[in-house]
């Protein structure tokens, strides 16, 4: 039995990006590639998911993931994919 097998599989993940946004292209692409799929708000166009993202974070900088009720904001991929290992959501 594969190892896959007995990892979680999130439930919810939403991405609060802006377009132009490095970190938030390579979140966008990496989660892809990872076959997690994924919600995106525009905090540069909605004030609503702007106003989320901050309440969630603490601050004003994207990417802002909140996968599962559980929130890394300001990161990079390397950022996420431990974050994500934690959760129990990728393998070590």
Known sequence: MSKLNF???P?????????????????KEWL???GLPF?????????AARQQAI??????????????GHVLGDFDTDQL????QKLGYLPV
């Open 81 to 84: 994919q431990v974050f994500l």
């Open 55 to 68: 309440e969630l974070s603490g601050q004003t900088l994207v990417p802002v993931i909140e996968v599962d």
């Open 7 to 9: 990892l979680k599989q």
């Open 11 to 27: 439930q919810h993940i939403v991405l609060y990006s802006r377009p132009m946004c490095g970190w938030c292209i390579d979140a």
């Open 39 to 47: 919600e995106t708000r525009n905090t540069g166009a909605d004030l």
């Open 32 to 34: 892809t590639e990872q």
